[in-house]
């Protein structure tokens, strides 16, 4: 049974840092892309960054660009979001997935690129 597990969620006040992980077991990805995504109250699930089964591909939405960092260790089965700078609107529900996307430089940034979900963790900045 495939299982992704976040974890490093917090309160931060803005301007801080938080290192989010979300370790897979199960099975291996390691020739899947993965990503995280993000949902706020009353919002839709939207993409925050992606990164390719090799790790040498990353993708990020604007309002996270320069300030959300992306890694994956293979040999861990395990994928990173580095988040500096936080700011009152980073303020969401935070869900790691693994792409269907197999060795490919596709990264994905919606949804329906991505086949597992973990059950998110909550990532809550205040001003």
């Known amino acids: 049974q495939v299982q992704l597990v976040e974890s490093g969620g917090g309160s931060v006040q803005a301007g801080g840092s938080l290192r989010l992980s979300c370790a897979a077991s199960?099975?291996?990805?390691?020739?899947?892309?993965m990503g995280w995504f993000r949902q706020a109250p009353g919002k839709e699930r939207e993409f925050v960054a992606g990164?390719?089964?090799?790790?040498?591909?990353?993708y990020y939405a604007d309002p996270v660009k320069g300030r959300f960092t992306i890694s994956k260790d293979n040999a861990k089965n395990t994928v990173y979001l580095q988040m500096n700078s936080l700011k009152p609107e980073d303020t969401a529900v935070y869900y790691c997935a693994v792409s269907r996307h197999l060795l490919s430089i596709v990264v994905g940034t919606t949804l329906d690129d991505y086949d597992y979900w973990g059950q998110g963790t909550q990532v809550t900045v205040s001003s």
């Open positions: 990164i390719s089964w090799s790790g040498t591909i990353t």
């Open positions: 199960g099975r291996t990805f390691t020739r899947n892309a």
